[in-house]
């Protein structure tokens, strides 16, 4: 079997497309200008690109965006000065800070700092315990972004066993959420999991976010099933010195042979985070407005 590929950078301009429509319809006929607010503590290269992609998404669907580049040496009190500034700020409807963050900070204070109905990232305990109840809140980009992928490729995921590899707060537990809220039966899987493999085996739907590049083989997968790749591991490219090469959680060139499809490494699952956070801060914008949500950007 040759697995059908998941486009999800095609599928994550379709939502901003659809985003951009509606911020036009937001500012022609009610004066509304979503915005989002970007905080970057230190230059880390790879956030400095994930931040520069963020603003040029933002504005390129008509919101806008605050940047706002501290350095390493931000204390907590000055980060949390800038928080609670853009909190109070009426024109700003999303704030995430770019993590990871230098060692002296705590990623889980400066969620916590973020008013709940601006964290777009979806992190907070707050949006976190909506999610687990059931009850509308603002969920994390990423899982959201598997979970449009997914309902796009399965629309009734209804009594399927669903497999995720990996526990983060960022990724694994909202992930688990939410295709449970879909009735999948949800196993997480960790590093403690007895048998990985064999776990992995029964599962229609495998969504690897463990971070160990290809650790999921063609003989953990079971025929036909839906593989979504939430890894990213920079290496060497191997055949053109100085260049690096991104790949997955899942050895994709094998797995394509059993899986019925697959999201790549890249242009899978990662193009879906920043169209997810703009969807977020459009639901944002309209919430704080008390104006009826974008259809079909979130749960
Ligand atoms: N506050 C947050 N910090 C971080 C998050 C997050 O969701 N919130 N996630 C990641 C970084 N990230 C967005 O911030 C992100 C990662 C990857 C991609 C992406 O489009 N990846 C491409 C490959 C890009 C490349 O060449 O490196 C792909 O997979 O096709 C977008 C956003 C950590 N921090």
């Known amino acids: 079997m040759s697995a059908t590929i998941i486009d999800g950078k095609a599928f994550a301009a379709d939502i901003r497309e659809k985003i951009s429509d509606h911020v036009t319809r937001l500012r022609e006929e009610n004066g509304i200008i979503p915005g989002l607010a970007v905080v970057l503590v230190g230059e880390d290269p790879a956030s400095e690109v994930y931040v520069a992609a963020k603003h040029k998404q933002t504005t390129e669907v008509g919101m806008r965006s605050f940047k706002h580049a501290l350095p390493a040496d931000t204390s907590e009190a000055d ?10 700020d009426p024109e700003v ?50 899982p959201l972004g598997c979970l449009m992928l ?14 995720v590899i990996g526990r983060s707060n960022l990724f694994g537990k909202p992930m688990a959420q939410l295709l449970l809220r879909e009735n999948c039966t949800v196993t997480i899987a960790h590093s403690r999991t007895k048998d990985l493999a064999e776990t992995v085996r029964r599962a229609d ?10 650790m999921v083989k063609a003989d953990w997968v079971k025929s036909g099933a839906t593989v979504i790749d939430v890894g990213i591991t920079r290496i060497p490219h191997p055949d053109k010195p100085g260049k690096t090469k991104l790949l997955g959680d899942v050895a994709f060139d094998e797995v394509s042979e059993v ?37 079909g950007l979130t749960v």
């Open 259 to 295: 899986a019925g499809a697959i999201t790549p490494v890249p242009g899978g699952v990662g193009p879906m985070t920043i169209a997810c956070l703009l969807a977020n801060t459009l639901t944002a914008c309209c919430r704080a407005h008390d104006l009826d949500e974008p259809e």
């Open 79 to 88: 980060l949390f000065a800038l928080i609670d500034k853009l909190n109070a």
């Open 205 to 214: 739907i495998v969504v690897a976010a463990v971070g160990r590049a290809e």
């Open 150 to 163: 997914l309902r796009d490729r399965i629309p009734n995921l209804s009594g399927l066993d669903a497999v």
């Open 93 to 142: 409807h999303g704030i995430l800070c770019q993590f990871p963050v230098p060692d002296h900070l705590d990623e889980r204070a400066i969620v916590a700092r973020i008013d709940p109905s601006k964290d777009v990232d979806g992190l907070s305990v707050v949006n976190a315990g909506l999610l687990a109840s059931g009850e509308k809140g603002l969920v994390s980009c990423t």
